[in-house]
């Protein structure tokens, strides 16, 4: 979806294209979502309880890939924000159509950002919808469902400007369509059924807030006298629709499950709260120890994050320096076919071609040109990054990597050849 990559290009437009940046972008959205997380939660949970949970919300982010993920961090701050606002709404008098209409401007603004957003956004106005009528008041869901809309108006309006909607709308609706309930590798007929086999994986680094949730269900009755049915149902229709969009994507990817940490944590929030008749001497002890378990457990965890899928940053760096020493300039045409993207940014030598990802240039991704990477190295690149060929991503086509190989004995030679964190980077010159 192209909502990350404004994000990006604003910031970089001012700031530079630069590891940094990207950080900075994270941490600022990880610091707005916490800050949303901890509105949402004051009414409902107390100030303390709310300030727990915010605060335990970036431990949680550590867990995600940093710079080579910043789509989950930055989606999940606009569907904070947007659930806050709506349960602000839900109390509001006057002010409740404004906030309704921004609460749908933050959740458009999500879908734009990730596409599994769309299925939390009908969660929320599924919601909006039965509180409406409860109060036999359309207008604060039609300003929901407009101002939800203006976000993907808008990015089809600059599309449509620059003659690429047709291009737009088959990349980020057609494709992502594709990919749902697909497993791009590994086709299986058991469909959505593995899915959900494979679904507790997902909450491994997030177990301790997980049985949170899992009190919340067992306890509603009291929840509900304590905290009011309404801000209830938001918090466990935001988990099932999370839920959903996990089901929906076939990526095994452990990191997609972070989009359940915020209504987790908030769950977990209002059970520490309302939920446990903990002894006056004894409470603060044993939240306590809960909110110790609970920070030390992501990082506890073997192999949250597969060693195969992580960007080898240690590679990167040396795979950098290494290309800086034979010859590359800033401003020279790099390509990278795997791993060491990074390298890009850290060289200062941005790649000429409009292919220059893995998955774009080695497998099977739809692509307006039917050979990304002979379109790629059309473009000459002065050096050519290439990773060990025993680490590859499971969606490889053994066709491409044939021509890879063939393109390189013809037209390039290796000129150094480093090892990181994971296999080793090689490069080669023109």
């Known amino acids: 979806a192209p909502g990350v990559f404004a994000v990006l290009a604003a910031v970089q437009a001012v700031f530079g294209a630069h590891l940094a940046v990207i950080k900075g972008v994270e941490i600022a959205f990880t610091a707005w979502g916490a800050l949303a997380l901890y509105r949402l939660l004051r009414p409902v949970a107390g100030p303390v309880c709310a300030g727990l949970a915010a605060g335990a919300y970036p431990l949680y982010s550590l867990f995600m890939l940093g710079v080579a993920a910043p789509c989950q961090l930055i989606e999940a701050a606009f569907t904070i924000e947007a659930f806050a606002l709506a349960l602000a709404a839900d109390r509001a008098g006057r002010r409740r159509l404004v906030l309704m209409a921004l609460s749908g401007l933050m959740m458009g603004c999500a879908v734009m950002t990730k596409q599994t957003a769309a299925l939390t956004a009908l969660g929320l106005f599924g919601w909006a919808a039965w509180r409406s009528r409860a109060r036999r008041d359309l207008l604060p869901l039609a300003a929901f469902c407009a101002a939800g809309l203006l976000p993907a108006l808008?990015?089809?309006?600059?599309?449509?400007?620059?003659?690429?909607?047709?291009?737009?709308?088959?990349?980020?609706?057609?494709?992502?369509?594709?990919?749902?309930?697909?497993?791009?590798?590994?086709?299986?007929?058991?469909?959505?059924?593995?899915?959900?086999?494979?679904?507790?994986?997902?909450?491994?680094?997030?177990?301790?807030?997980?049985?949170?949730?899992?009190?919340?269900?067992?306890?509603?009755?009291?929840?509900?006298?304590?905290?009011?049915?309404?801000?209830?149902?938001?918090?466990?229709?935001?988990?099932?629709?999370?839920?959903?969009?996990?089901?929906?994507?076939?990526?095994?990817?452990?990191?997609?499950?972070?989009?359940?940490?915020?209504?987790?944590?908030?769950?977990?929030?209002?059970?520490?709260?309302?939920?446990?008749?903990?002894?006056?001497?004894?409470?603060?002890?044993?939240?306590?120890?809960?909110?110790?378990?609970?920070?030390?457990?992501?990082?506890?965890?073997?192999?949250?994050?597969?060693?195969?899928?992580?960007?080898?940053?240690?590679?990167?760096?040396?795979?950098?320096?290494?290309?800086?020493?034979?010859?590359?300039?800033?401003?020279?045409?790099?390509?990278?076919?795997?791993?060491?993207?990074?390298?890009?940014?850290?060289?200062?030598?941005?790649?000429?071609?409009?292919?220059?990802?893995?998955?774009?240039l080695m497998c099977a991704f739809p692509t307006p040109d039917a050979d990304p990477l002979a379109a790629a190295f059309a473009t000459r690149p002065d050096f050519v990054l290439v990773s060990d060929l025993e680490f590859y991503i499971s969606c490889q086509r053994p066709d491409r990597a044939a021509a890879l190989n063939a393109e390189l004995a013809a037209h390039y030679q290796a000129v150094s050849r480093v090892s990181g964190g994971i296999g080793g980077i090689g490069s080669v010159a023109n």
């Not at 049915?229 to 996990?246: D, K, N, R, T």
């Open 154 to 360: 808008g990015f089809a309006v600059c599309f449509l400007a620059c003659g690429h909607v047709r291009d737009a709308f088959d990349a980020v609706v057609v494709n992502a369509l594709s990919r749902s309930q697909t497993n791009m590798s590994r086709p299986s007929p058991l469909g959505v059924l593995q899915r959900v086999a494979q679904f507790p994986a997902f909450l491994k680094p997030i177990l301790v807030i997980s049985v949170g949730t899992l009190l919340a269900l067992l306890r509603l009755p009291r929840l509900r006298a304590a905290v009011g049915g309404a801000p209830l149902a938001l918090l466990l229709v935001w988990s099932l629709s999370e839920a959903l969009g996990i089901l929906a994507c076939r990526s095994p990817d452990i990191w997609y499950g972070f989009v359940l940490i915020p209504p987790f944590l908030a769950l977990a929030a209002i059970v520490l709260r309302h939920g446990v008749a903990f002894r006056p001497d004894q409470r603060a002890a044993w939240i306590g120890a809960y909110l110790l378990a609970a920070a030390a457990q992501p990082f506890l965890v073997p192999d949250a994050i597969a060693p195969s899928s992580l960007a080898d940053y240690t590679g990167s760096v040396r795979a950098a320096g290494a290309l800086r020493m034979a010859g590359l300039k800033p401003g020279d045409n790099l390509l990278v076919t795997g791993r060491g993207h990074y390298a890009y940014l850290m060289t200062g030598a941005l790649p000429k071609a409009k292919y220059f990802n893995a998955m774009h």
